[in-house]
């Protein structure tokens, strides 16, 4: 069975200072990785995805993602966080293997202080 | 471009009325449609998923059901609301299983 964790439930972290926003993954074939973002009341946005490829993925607002299959891991990264990014953070896997499910973190809360 | 409506964005209903939250995906043709849950402005739980008309899935057995009665319109409903029922509802729409997944704005539900 597919599963994702998020193993911190809020990162805090600098303005202009770099952010990593952690999140492993357990899927049975080859999988399909997402980052979404959350802001109050709102729906999720898509930011980046890994499929196949590079390693390193990037996204929307300059943010980027690392595929290490080794660590089964797709951290989410921004070199310099802005206030803006204060945000709900949702890391989801898909089996390749086929299936509609997509398993959803619980997410991580990102607090970035000016 | 393709873009997902959904409404009512805020609903108040009393315990054992009646729901219905409508769900519209424009710009693309046979989506596939989701409904999840977000509680506590956490963890999404998939409820419901349709790959056409008429076909819905069921992913938790509970007081809620959906319909899909055209290629673009999925509803989600309850004859009789729970305290339990409260939340934050979202649809969403893929191009196929296996695509990106896109959001709409979310449905806040309060039952009373």
């Known amino acids: 069975a597919q599963s994702v964790a998020q193993p911190e439930d809020q990162v805090n972290v600098a303005e202009g200072n770099p952010l990593t926003v952690k999140c492993t993954y357990s899927v049975s074939g080859n999988p399909y990785l997402f980052w979404y973002v959350q802001y109050p009341n709102r729906g999720l946005q898509f930011l980046l995805k890994?499929?196949?490829?590079?390693?390193l993925v990037k996204g929307s607002y300059g943010f980027e993602a690392e595929f290490n299959k080794s660590q089964t891991s797709f951290h989410l990264k921004k070199p310099s966080a802005l206030v803006s990014d204060s945000a709900l953070y949702f890391c989801?896997?898909?089996?390749?293997?086929?299936?509609?499910?997509?398993?959803f973190g619980a997410g991580t809360r990102l607090f970035v202080k000016a | 471009s393709q873009t997902i409506h959904q409404w009512p964005a805020t609903l108040v209903q009393p315990v054992g009325s009646p729901l219905s939250l409508e769900c519209t995906v424009e710009?693309?043709?046979?989506?596939?449609l989701y409904w999840y849950r977000q509680a506590a402005g956490r963890g999404l739980q998939l409820l419901f998923y349709s790959v056409g008309i008429g076909q819905i899935s069921s992913e938790v057995p509970q007081n809620l059901s959906a319909s899909r009665p055209q290629d673009r319109q999925f509803i989600l409903s309850s004859k009789k609301l729970l305290l339990s029922d409260s939340g934050f509802y979202l649809c969403?729409?893929?191009?196929?299983?296996?695509?990106?997944?896109?959001f709409g704005e979310g449905s806040w539900l309060t039952v009373v």
């Open positions: 989801a896997v898909r089996d390749a293997a086929g299936g509609f499910k997509t398993i």
């Open positions: 710009g693309t043709s046979n989506p596939n």
């Open positions: 890994y499929i196949t490829g590079d390693n």
């Open positions: 969403a729409w893929s191009v196929t299983p296996r695509d990106t997944i896109y």
